[in-house]
């Protein structure tokens, strides 16, 4: 048999005054009830589900015959033998998790403070408090899962590698609301780009990025989101060049999101570097892959791109994560957006599946 562990007895807050930022792993879990509805056999299910707020791992989803103490109670302690303790509980004032009567303490919070857990209770009628688990049950009802934040700071307030320290500084900071976001809606990444170097030669452009982008990668490895750059335009559709980013970063807090489609350096000039090998160079830092098409012919043949070896650099890689599916249309698309996107998934699942 395996114990639960208990900590040593002393003075844990029931009611602390804000609510608490997670900062590692174990550190608060949240936990609630997602909502009651009948078996095919007539019996009642309410799904309990725990949540690690740092890593948004889902720590459990439990069928419980009641919201009642007994049945909640076996089902955390099964949990907890797998996982071990958080230090804080976040819940809300439904039960069991609350209760009338001193400090809103239910038995099941006060099992929980008798192992050593501070309870956190959210405030009345304020879901927000606990939004990012309120989110998730949401995401589950849809079968969504968020998983990347594409953001697009074209101007002056976006400028990453601009020649200006300052602006840099200024640019990482003004990101961050992004990364906030991530972190609430359970993301693991957010998309930036190479924006602001101007005129500036290949080797200056690519010092200044690696600037600003390590000050933005500093505060997203922070609280446990990563930033990736795709191949967008300009430098950074140089595989060489976005490698050398990479690598004077240094952090695996940092990756690429390498786009089948956007091998475009400028495309006014007919610009283009090779797809082929801008792939195989940027898979090995991919936190992320876009599998963007323009065009099929009647037999499922995207035809302005080598699509097959595309996706066979991807499976030669070490990478495992989301493709996700981009329509590019091209100038002259001969099919609607949705025509597109379910073409190119089905020549993904010809490729990969196979």
Known sequence: MIKVRRRKAGAYPVQPSKLTQAEYPNHVWTVDFKGWF????GMRCDPLTVKDLKSHYMIGCRAMPSQQFGATWLGFKRMARMHGLPRIIRVDHGTPFSAYGLGRLSRLSIWWIEQGIAVEFTRPASPQDNGSHERMHRADDLDVRNVLIMVDMWGDHGTL???????????????????????????????????????ASYEDARDYFVDGLSQLVEYGASVGIRIVVENHGGYSSNGQWLVEVMQGVGSDYCGTLPDFGNFRIDGDKGIFYDPLQGMKELMPYAKGVSAKANNFDANGVETTMDFP??????????????????????????????????????????????
């Open 38 to 41: 009948l078996l095919g056999n």
């Open 161 to 199: 590698a601009s020649a200006l320290a300052s602006k840099r500084k200024i640019a990482a900071d003004n990101h961050r609301k992004w990364v906030d976001a991530a972190k609430f809606l359970g993301c693991h990444a957010i998309r930036v780009n190479a924006h602001g170097y101007e005129a």
């Open 309 to 354: 070896e595309m996706l066979k650099i991807v499976q030669e890689s070490d990478f495992e994560g989301y493709i996700g599916i981009e329509w590019g249309g091209g100038s002259n698309p001969t099919m609607i957006a949705e025509e597109g996107i379910r073409a190119t998934q089905a020549a993904l699942d010809k490729y990969l599946l196979a």
